[in-house]
């Protein structure tokens, strides 16, 4: 069983910066990778980022602006995000490709957090 949660939502102007925050606990044998998703109202849920023993990849609407990060203990990830736009309002989940045990690989979703930009 693994645990995803996230913090650092709330609200923003427009131009301004965010700092989210998923940390995994729980019963596992390795996180193959790490990646914020977002769901705006109305919208399906899109990748933001994700990150894996290879390069960090990103949405082409966010990749200039948004950065993803993990810590030493593979165990946390952050999307500091920049230059706010109101567009960029949506719950940001974050999701775990988990390998529970030898036998059983599974993806995992943290509850989302919401960050909201104001004009």
């Known amino acids: 069983q693994v645990q995803l949660v996230e913090s650092g939502g709330g609200s923003v102007q427009a131009g301004g910066s965010r700092l989210l925050s998923c940390v995994a606990s729980g019963s596992f044998v390795r996180i193959y990778s790490m990646a914020w998703y977002r769901q705006a109202p109305g919208k399906q849920r899109e990748l933001v980022a994700q990150?894996?023993?290879?390069?960090?990849t990103y949405a082409d609407s966010t990749k200039d602006r948004f950065t993803i990060s993990r810590d030493n203990n593979k165990n946390i990830i952050y999307l500091r995000m920049s230059s706010l736009k109101p567009e960029d309002t949506a719950v940001y989940y974050c999701?775990?490709?988990?390998?529970?045990?030898?036998?059983?690989?599974?993806?995992?979703w943290g509850q989302g957090t919401q960050v909201t930009v104001s004009s």
């Open positions: 999701n775990a490709d988990v390998l529970v045990t030898d036998l059983y690989r599974t993806y995992y």
């Open positions: 990150t894996t023993s290879g390069t960090p």
